[in-house]
């Protein structure tokens, strides 16, 4: 499932999975999941992002930062995305830097979901 939540050390981690997100309609799909996620949780979430190979068009991003202002950034005690690369992570620190967003930036799995419980 590309939303769902593992368990790493005994912490639970909201798994975002958009690597199968290779349209702009896929994308959207799991932006709606996502946000179902965060509505449904009972406390602040550590969440990670896997990113690698996700589909990003302007009405994408868009509904993604509409989104982090209405549900993800407040619902979220920590967020990793893991896979953005290249102009998306130019993009990526530029909006996190005019949006106030703390997002770490990773590149390995592992190492996220370590910080995520530490």
Known sequence: M????????GREILYIDLTESKSEQRSLELLEETKDA????????????????????????SRMK?????????????RVFVGVSGLKKIIMRAYM??????IKLM??????????VS
Not at 2 to 9: E, G, L, Q
Not at 97 to 102: D, H, K, P, T, V
Not at 107 to 116: G, H, N, R, S, T
């Open 2 to 9: 590309p939303v769902s939540y593992i368990n790493h050390k």
């Open 38 to 61: 965060y509505l449904k949780a009972n406390e602040k979430l550590l969440v990670l992002v896997n990113t690698q190979g996700a589909f990003v068009s302007t009405e994408v991003s």
């Open 66 to 78: 509409e989104y982090s202002k209405l549900y993800f950034k407040d619902r979220a005690e920590k």
């Open 97 to 102: 830097s005019i949006a106030g967003e703390n």
């Open 107 to 116: 590149d390995d799995l592992e190492e996220a979901k370590d910080y995520l």
